[in-house]
Nanobody
Framework: QVQLVESGGGLVQPGGSLRLSCAAS????????MGWYRQAPGKQRELVAA???????NYADSVKGRFTISRDNAKNTVYLQMNSLKSEDTAVYYC?????????WGQGTQVTVSS
């Protein structure tokens, strides 16, 4: 059972930046896919950014050019750098990992963008 622990959420003003971290209990290099989802109140959970084992990335159109997903294999950690934050980025952000047909989720971290 892979455990994922997110951190780095908080309150930030519009235009500000945050970096989320997702620490995995096992080697992230063994994961087929890791990513970040978010869920705003009253909305469905949506994919924000994805990173494959091979290093390919994919982003939601709403965050392209503002968010960057990256990893540190030595620390078994995946990051989401979020710049130029907007009020519509407010949501709970979840880290996810997929390996050999199993999907794992973190507990989520709240990001609130407000003045």
């Amino acid at each position: 059972q892979v455990q994922l622990v997110e951190s780095g959420g908080g309150l930030v003003q519009p235009g500000g930046s945050l970096r989320l971290s997702c620490a995995a209990s096992e080697s992230i290099f063994s994961m087929d896919f890791m990513g970040w989802y978010r869920q705003a109140p009253g909305k469905q959970r949506e994919l924000v950014a994805a990173l494959t084992r091979g290093g390919s990335t994919n982003y939601a159109d709403s965050v392209k050019g503002r968010f960057t997903i990256s990893r540190d294999n030595a620390k078994n950690t995946v990051y989401l750098q979020m710049n130029s934050l907007k009020s519509e980025d407010t949501a709970v952000y979840y880290c996810t990992a997929f390996r050999l047909g199993s999907n794992y989720w973190g507990q989520g971290t709240q990001v609130t963008v407000s003045s």
